[in-house]
């Protein structure tokens, strides 16, 4: 299967970016106060589908690299905050009492997906930090 790994890694990087950027959208949809836009079957369905799409294509590549390649331990920073980071997303779609807690988890949320993109990056569990703390 290594052979398909520039094609596997490409659909794992496009679904990457789907799926921020359809968070940022439904997250700026409820902060303008149009939740019932942000929650319509189709963008959730969406959401649904690109996702699926990242986890089984992260999966496949995690199956074909060698294991070394995540002996640092930027794998597991990223796979915690990826947990920190969807738990953030509830709360800023539709868990959050209120609209100033939305607000805060959703730029938290994008904080967080930033930073994970960084790990990615980098291989490293510092991600852009690396270059200060490193």
Do not use: N
Not at 63 to 69: E, Q, V, Y
Not at 72 to 80: E, F, I, P, Q, R
Not at 82 to 90: A, D, E, F, K, Q
């Amino acid at each position: 299967m290594f052979e398909f790994y520039a094609q596997i890694k490409w659909v794992h990087v496009a679904a990457v970016i789907s799926s921020g950027g359809l968070f940022a959208l439904r997250g700026l949809l409820v902060l303008a106060g149009q939740s019932r836009w942000a929650m319509t079957p189709l963008l959730r369905y969406l959401s649904y589908t690109v996702d699926t799409v990242l986890l089984t294509a992260a999966l496949m590549l995690l199956t074909i690299l060698p294991s070394a390649m995540f002996s640092s331990g930027w794998l597991h920073v990223k796979v915690a905050l990826l947990v920190v980071y969807v738990v953030l997303g509830t709360f800023a779609l539709k868990r959050g009492r209120t609209a100033g807690v939305r607000a805060v988890c959703y730029m938290l949320a994008v904080l967080v997906f930033a930073f994970m993109i960084t790990i990615a990056r980098s291989h490293h569990p510092y991600g852009f930090a690396l270059r200060w703390l490193g």
